[in-house]
């Protein structure tokens, strides 16, 4: 019984030695540079092995003479596998360290190429680009630069702006596009609309996608923006036309004139402005700049600090806002406080809450720096404040038109 275990252990050891050693050798040849050189050092390696077995292994095991003869054979043996073997093995030696700056054996990762693509291009021959670039993304369907090179390929060199917006489309359907990859997208579609048809539909159009398909985001937010900015057609086609200059007589003997009033441009009334502020933002309510404007005309020109707080901190509250432009509108309300003669704590605690909300940006240490200071800044402009005496009663009626509801 102990004969037939030994019998079946020894199979089984022989079955797994045979196997692994067949697989160590099918994996080195097919990992090789050189398969066919590899193949005839595992035969030579064989032939050395029989020899080892079969040659030497008697001579060694008859002790004497005969086993003294046998070493130098073992030796030649040894010798021949080790100049075999030698880059092999010196190879598998330096290989962790070199897979550090090289990759190792790691196949790369498929990318696109669009460097044929881009050569035809600078070339002029845009159909032979697209050609490329269609080849490209037949392979990686959802490779966003090329479906960018080949919107921006057909828009500014075929003038092809439907193939151009159905391109977009393509990529703003497919899943897993990053959302600031989906924006940049829709953005530059529309700018390829203003630019080259002047179409501001169109335009208005893919902003509002952005805000459609990213609600609630800075994206959305700009985009907001930038539609409340878009102008009319004539603004967008005027560039395109050719300026004609007209240059009026000037005032003749103008050393001789007793006043010079009249030659002096004309003023602007604030109150015009802020009604067109004010019907502006009932039209486009998420417009910041307009909205930022606003606040400083009625703290500066009607002193109403009240009304131009309540503008600031309606961007301030909206989620979504960046950064920079939050830390810009606090330190605009503080400059406005200090116009307005707030008191250091009022003033104060507008700059602790930059600290609050980014106590990790510069803007932070910056803000704290202020308040380091703000005494002093408070005592300088209590001494060149002009006293204005009297109240604008027409100020009130500026708020008409936009209703508390109208918040961004």
Known sequence: MNLTGEIIRGTVLLVVGVLTFGWLIVHTIRKAEDPARMLFKWIFTAVIAGVLVWKVAPMVSQGGYGGAAGIPYAALCGLALAITWRHSIASLVAKPFASLYDGGDEEPEPRPAYSTALSRQKQGKYVEAIAEVRKQLDRFPTDFEGHMLLAQIQAEHLGDLPGAEITIQRLCDQPGHAPKNIAFALYSMADWHLKYAQDREAARRNLQKVIDLLPDSESALSAAQRIAHLGNTNTLVAPHDRKIFAVAEGERNIGLLKSHEHLMPAEIDPAQVAAEYVNHLASHPQDTDAREKLAVLYAGH????????????????????????????????????????????????????????????AASQMALNRISLLK??????????????????????LTQGLPRHHKL
């Open 302 to 361: 009607y002193g109403r600090l009240d009304l131009a707080v309540d503008q600031l901190e309606q961007m301030i509250g909206q989620p979504n806002q960046p950064s920079k432009l939050v830390v810009h509108w606090l330190n605009l309300l503080a400059d406005l406080q200090v116009r307005g003669g707030a008191d250091y704590d009022t003033v104060c605690q507008t700059l602790h809450r930059i600290t609050e909300l980014y106590p990790h940006l």
């Open 376 to 397: 002093l800044e408070l005592k300088a402009k209590a001494k060149n404040q002009d006293v204005k005496l009297g109240s604008y009663e027409q100020n009130i009626g």
